[in-house]
Every structure is written in structure tokens, then in C-alpha cells.
């Protein structure tokens, strides 16, 4: 299955089983990347670090950074559709169903966003992630109007571009070295939860 | 929704009608696509004669036609994933998870088929579609020989162009008329039928 | 040649038979697609009524269904040669020619369309339907204002989108299978029919 | 038609006059290139004498210079056709027919060269050649061999590349300016000479 | 110039401003990004952490990961390039130029790494980085043959993908953000250092 | 390194051996262009007579040709950049850092030209040349427009199409020859003169 060989949870260092703990306290398991990544547990700490820096702003930032958590992993989704992303694409489109409360959305941001059952404003916010997602170097001025006509402040048009950017260096890691998403996430958020 | 509006079910002719309803007996409800081409009688009955002809062919030809149920709905999904049509992928992922009795299979084929837990023999088939689906202009007689050598047939093979061929026009009259997958289709196969 | 031996006409189903010879009489020759799909009865009963229903639409819909058959062929030409169909593009720009009485028009609608010698009306239709051909996903709302101001109705959109989906199957099967078009094709339309 | 208009005859300079009497009296009418290029008397010199020193080599060269006037035609209607510039394929397409006497192959190398009616010598003519008409910068030491094992010389595989590289060129001045094949070009070599 | 207003010095957090001056020590001036990304610090953080990870691995870990730092500029140099990104190909061509002590290399790179005066060991490099920038879906175990053959170890591979999916993040961040490269990169490591 | 080789000097006829002799008194050194083509002289005579066509016109016609030297090598810059010509990007890299007597464009226009540091006169006419390079079928009249409203004469608009076809003529006569810059002009217009 994947193409490096994941540490044992005993074997990685205190701070970062302390993490995976959590996460899987939380999750019920414990998602793939976690220990795939633990194999070299600097690249893991600033992975991870990054991932919270731009998925878990803080609540002091909230004027300015006004991107919901569904806003974020629909960026996540659809970019990872357009890498073709199998890890990011199953496991982040579980978490967009759950914050979206929507069961059907994910597959459709995957499959076609501009097909998906989603609001104007979040219409722009991906066609924005897409362009800099596949296109970066054709971003001018003129892409930033209809962000700001959708109420986006420049600090979230900053998120979207960051964490289009960021999940382009997940898609690629875990493509190329096989990564495979948890069976859990298949199925999470789209069945009502006491299942 | 969708952009042509569907014709109710009363107006359609008796033998369209008499499909219709032997579907929605078995499905529990009716699929889109039904309904939605049903507004001209003729290519609605050109189309489903087509797509009997090919997903479900005789079982006489059952030794030179070797494709299973499973075989033929993956192909639907991993092209309509590649034209990226809504509709198909979800309604057709759904088969496939049923046929292969794999609630995880229809969203690997659909992200990136090469992650995808399938035979090598599938693979092979899977190739062979991306190219008629992407490049058919560019497919040789050199494009068959890897296909032999997993023991399809010249019947098989022409199935797997045939059905990637016909859900190429599926897929673009889905996507131009924004005809949607119903909402049933995206659980279907993924969790235990008495649920 | 064909990769697929193509049945004699003796051994065809009669209905099947009938069409061809029928299509003898008229054209002087049988073209090779006719043939060659009827290796396979009911793959050809349903290519033909899809054809038919598409290509010569009842005379009781002319008010809402107004494409002229050069219309209808250009747009074949057009989307085959986006295809690189050889079977398709020689055969349909044959009657491209022919319908539109213009010698030169099918190589230029094959080349580049934008450079053709045609109408502002079919330049919106065929810009539209190359969309259809290659970013089928992409089509929104958007895309039917400007056909709705060259006065095409919804039923012609239809059609557009519907003739260039069939033969985007219809090029799939001809390249896949190394279907040659008859010679005869070539000069059709070209020369005074006495010659 | 033409965006940048042509001179008239009698203003261009003697020197170049003279090649188009002369062209004229060979052909029965002047392509319309000699006259559209003729406003710059500069560009239109060196752009002739670059084509002839590529199409009409010396005799004294033939030893090593092996491609036939077919062979050189044939890379200008298949690089042409990749490029979409329609003077091209539409002119040169016809010289093909006439040297290879061949009516229908100029339609086949245009559409898709893969499925013409050509020699294994010629189709690997045609695959180097479309690869420095598309993609010259990954040309490398590895693409010579199959040239080689089809007899080209060192100084073919160089006429090959810039019979490509100049057509490009006139690819892309016929496109950029609208520049109309002669309506005498889309007949010449399909039927006997005598009509 | 930057779309987004770089912090002033002394307004950024102390570890930041720290390693900010420490650079500035050593190179002579503060390469743009390092204040640009300071107007977040938690991602600045990441960002750097992340970097030196990749870039300046510990020392003990030499056995096994042995691209030396002109191979893992090359691989920034190469892969920038291809995203088209101003800011790194001229900032880590100027550190590709000095680590390998060619002042020609980068620019070859840049523009076209198969005609680049490079190793076989680097050609083989590159073309796996530029595979997992462009194209990581289709990264298989097929992909790592060439490189194993070449001596590059598992985790020099993970080194090359990981390199070129941070700096893909990079990339996107500089380029929508309109970062430009310092003046001083553009020349440094062409001319002898005492200039 | 280029897979022709170039004749010695004292072998190349009297007229090409006298313009080389001048440019190499000017320049100092012999580009490698000149020695590469010169193996064929009647070849090497068209390709000179278009470059000084397009690169050196009369001043005659200064009202109506009003491009700079340092557009023109902009233009060379940009599109060989596109087409990955090393020999190109670095020689007339050169050229334009002179002209335009500004060191660090270059680098900037061959990288990315949206982000040059060019005025918007400049940034309109390699938007028209990047076009004619990539896409000149898709070249229609909408696209003089803007061009116009810069102040490009039709004459100048000529020019920026020439000039681009005619390098990407030359970018694939260097790409598939091998072709290797100069080291001289990798440095040249970076620093003082007097150096």
C-alpha cells in the first residue's frame, strides 16, 4: 500500500504521538497522514503546523479571516480533485460533509464544482483556488475584483491561495507515495451519526 | 436544476412509461436521466436501446463477451470522471459499488483509477478506456496487445470502447442540460441494504 | 484496414439489410459505417434511430427544431475534425458540402472554423458545440446567450449539444476500430454531379 | 478576407514579379502568398528563398537529401494541420495529392495521419516531424534512431525539422493575417488532370 | 510590487526577526520572502521549518540522503520554472549557481533542463521532479526504477518529491502574491565574488 | 553538444564568412547561431535576410514600424521562453537586457512576463506575440484592438507576429539541432561595460 513504511505509533516522538492521541480520541482512528508522515518528524511538525496556521485561525483573527471551516475543506476538496488527490480528495471531502452538514456536496465539489449545490460566494472562492491551483502564474489584479465583490477580505483571499498551495504539496506527497485515505472517511458525514 | 425541464410522467408515451415505472419498482425511485431525456420520445428510445446493448448483453454471448456488471460500471465511472460529469459519476459509482460489492471502489476509480484497489486486469481495461475517452485519434493496433495479454477478447475489447464511447455522449448531454444525480444515489452501496 | 471484419450483407438481419440497400439505391455506394456497426444488430438498430433522430427531425417540429441539415452537418464536420475522426470527417463533410452547396466549406470547417467562409449565426453554433465537444463541464448558463441572440431556440441548443455528443461517440467508434471512410466520400460535393 | 491587403501586380519589384508571372504560368493563377507576402519585399525574398532551399534542393544533393517533393508536401499538410492554419493544408495538401498521386491521402495526413494510407517510412517521417512542430524542446537523441532505422540521413532528419520549423513560420503569418487559400487549390489533384 | 505589505523589521516577532537578521548577516541583504511571508507568523514558521527540513538536512542523516545542495536547488531551479515563478527561479538559481560553481547552470535549467550541462544522475533527478510538479497522479512504482539505477536512495527520493511539492507551495504563494525576487539574486554566483 | 557540426570558418562561402567576421568584430565572439547554420548556406542566406528584415528594418520606415530593438528582443525572449529554445532565450536575453539597458528583465520576461517590470504598451504586445506563438489559429479580429489602443501601428502589428513566427522557427532549428548559447551572452548587459 503506501510506498514508505509508517512508523509505529511507539516509536515517534512524545510531542507528535501526543498529537495522534488526540486526534484519534477525536476521530475514533487515527487518518493515515499522521503516521505517514511521522517517519521524519521535522517535515511532520511544520506540515502540521502549517495545516493548523491555516485551518485553525485563531478566534483573535475573525474579522479578517472570515472563511468558515466548510469554506475551508471545499478548497481543500476541489483542489485535491484537480491534483486527483485520492487521500485528500476521500478524507478532506468527509470533513466538508460534516462542517457543511451537507452529505452530498463533497462528491459533487469533486467531480465538478460548478456543478455543486453551493452558494455564489463560494463559487468564486473556488474558481479563485482553481486558478492558483493550475494556473498561479496567470494571477493578476484583475482576479482579485470578484473576490472582494463576494464580501472576501485580503486576508481571505490570502487563506484561499495558502491553502490551495499548501494542499497542492499534501496532493503531491501523498501521490507519489501512495497514500491511501482511511476506510472510515468513505463514508463519514454522509449517514446521520448514531449509525 | 435541471436546464430543459422533465416532462411528468403521466405525458410520456406508454412503452417509455412502462420502462420508467419497472425501474422505479426496482430502484425506488426514478433516475434522472429517465425522466430528463424522456421530453423526445426518440432519442430517449435510441439511447436506452444503446445502453441495453451494451451493459447488458445477451447471455449467449456470454463466452466472447467476458466483462462483468462490475467491469462494465467501472469503466462508466472513470470516464465520466475524466469528462467530469456530475450526474454519471454518481449515479454509475453507485452500480459499480454494488456490482463489485466494494463500498470504497466507485471514489477510487473516480479520483485517480491508478490508486485504485482493482485487478491488474481492470487496470488494463481502465487504461484502455482513458485513452478512447481522451485520445481515441491516437489509439493503434499496439493498444491491444496489452489487453489480450489479461485475456479480454476483440468482443471485450470493443465493449470497453463502445461503453466509453456512449457514456462520452451521456456524459456531455448531462453536463450541458445540468441534468443532476438524484440524492439516492450517492449512499447506495456504501452501507448494508437494511439500513 | 478495419480491425473489425465487417459481416456480409447477405448475413445481416433483414430490417438492418433493407436500411442498407435502401441507402445503396440513393448514395450509389454503401458507406463503410453501415456495415461495419452491423456486426453487432442491436448496437446498430440504436446508433441509426439516434442518428435519425438528430440528423432528420420530423417536419412537425421545424418551428422549434430550425437547424438546416448543412447546419447539422457542419456541426458534425467541425467536432469530428476537434476528434481527428477520419471516417467522419470525410463522410459528413462530404454532405456538408452537398447541403450547403458550397465546394469549399468542409475543408475549411475541418481546418480552422474560425477562417470558414460561413454565417455569424453558424459561427456561434459551432463555437458552442466545440465546447460541448471538449469542455463539456465547463458549459454554463452563460454559454446560451449568445445562441439565444443568433435566434437558435432552446430545442436547436439541444440539438447542438445532442449531434455533436452522438458523434463524439460515433468518432470514438470510427478511430478505435480503424474505420476508413469510402472513396467516394472525397469528391462528393466537390465537382457539378454530372461529371 | 485578407486583413493586410495585397499589392497589385504591377507595383511589386521586378525580381519578384517575374517569380510570380512565373509561378502563374505554371499554375494557371497566382497563390494568393506570393501577393499577400509581396507588401514587404524584404521578408517576402527571404521567405521564398528559405522555401526553396528547403522544398527544391539542389540536384547534386540528392544523394543525401533522400525526401521525395511527396515527402516534403506531406510534412507540410500534417505540421500545417496541427497548427490549424488553413492556407497551409489547403495549398500544400493539394501539392501532396499531385505528387503523390494520391487524391484522397492530402484529407487523411490532415485529419489524422495516423490512420493515412502511407509507408512505415513515411509515418515515421510524420511522428518527428509533429514532435518539432509541438514539442521541439523535448527532442532528443533517442527520436533520431527510428529515423534512422527507416534510412533517413542525417541531412533528412534536418530537412524534416526545418521543412516543420518553416511552415510553422507560415503557419502562423497565413493565420495571424486571415490570409484565403485560392478556391483553385481545394480541387487540384482530386480528379484527371484533363477536366 | 508585492500585493501584500511585508511587515516592517522591527515589527515581527523576536525568533523571526532573529533569523531575519542572521540571513541578512550572511547574504547581504533580507531575500523578500522572508519578510513577506512575516506578516503571519505562525505560517511564516511553518514555512522556514518546513524549508530547513528539506533544504538543510541534520548531518547524520548523510548516509541516506544524499542529494548535496546544488542537486536540491536544481530540482527548485527546474520545477519553479515550470510553475513559471519569478520569485524562486531567480532566488534558487542564484544558490544552484553558487553550490555548483556553474555560473551558466540556472539559466539552463530554467529554461530547458534536457539541454542542460548537468549529470545523467541530475537528468534522471529532474525528470522525476518535474513528473511529481506537473503530473503526481500518474507517479508509479515504475517511476522510482530509474532512479534506484542512478544510486538515489528511498529517501533521496522522498527528498526530490518532497523539495519540489514545498516549493510547488512556494511557488503559488509568490506568484499570487506578486512577490519579486531582490535585485542581488539576478547576478550573484555569475561573476567572481570579489567583484 | 550540437549534433551538426558546424564547419570550420575558412570553409564557409565568402559572403557568409564576411557578415560573420563583422559580427564577430562587434560582438567579440562568434554566436553560434551564425557557424551552426552555415552548413548550409543557401539555408543560412534566408534565415539572415528574414532576421534583418524583421530585426533591423529601414529607418525609412520608422513612422510606421515604431517597435524598438528592445521590443523586438522582448518579443524573441518571450516566445523562445515559451518554446524552451535555450540558445534563444539566452542570446536574445542578452540582446534585450542591452537595449533596453535594463539587467534584470530578462530574466523577468522569460520566467514569467506578466511580472516584468515592462511598461503596458510592452505587456499588450507579448500578450498578442504569446498568442501568435501558442494559439495563432485562435487569432481573430478582436485581438488588434487592444493592440491598437497602445498605439501599434498595423505595421507594428505585423512586425510582433513576424518576429514571433519567425523565432519559432528558430527555436526549433535549435532545439532539434542542439544548439548551445554562447557563454558570453549569459552574462552580457548584467554589469557595467568596462568589466
Request: aromatic share 10%; proline share 6%.
Amino acid at each position: 500500500m503506501n510506498r514508505y513504511p509508517a512508523p509505529e505509533l511507539k516509536h515517534v516522538p512524545d510531542d507528535i504521538r501526543a498529537r495522534i492521541l488526540e486526534v484519534q480520541e477525536k476521530a475514533g482512528f487515527v487518518p493515515n497522514v499522521f503516521l505517514a508522515l511521522a517517519r521524519r518528524p521535522a517535515e511532520w511538525r511544520a506540515f502540521f503546523a502549517y495545516h493548523d496556521a491555516l485551518m485553525l485561525p485563531d478566534e483573535s483573527e475573525q474579522k479578517v479571516r472570515t472563511l468558515s471551516k466548510g469554506d475551508r475543506e471545499m478548497i481543500v476538496t476541489a483542489t485535491s480533485a484537480a491534483n486527483q488527490c485520492l487521500y485528500c480528495v476521500v478524507a478532506h471531502g468527509a470533513l466538508l460533509r460534516i462542517y457543511e452538514k451537507k452529505p452530498l456536496v463533497a462528491d459533487q465539489v469533486a467531480v465538478n464544482y460548478r456543478k455543486a449545490d453551493i452558494t455564489l460566494r463560494q463559487r468564486a472562492m473556488l474558481d479563485f483556488a482553481m486558478k492558483v491551483c493550475l494556473h498561479s502564474h496567470e494571477i493578476g489584479e484583475e482576479d482579485f475584483a470578484p473576490l472582494h465583490a463576494q464580501g472576501f477580505t485580503d486576508e481571505d483571499i490570502w487563506d484561499i491561495a495558502a491553502i490551495t498551495a499548501f494542499f497542492g504539496l499534501s496532493n503531491r506527497m501523498a501521490s507519489f507515495s501512495n497514500m491511501q485515505p482511511n476506510p472510515e472517511f468513505y463514508l463519514m458525514g454522509r449517514v446521520p451519526k448514531q449509525k
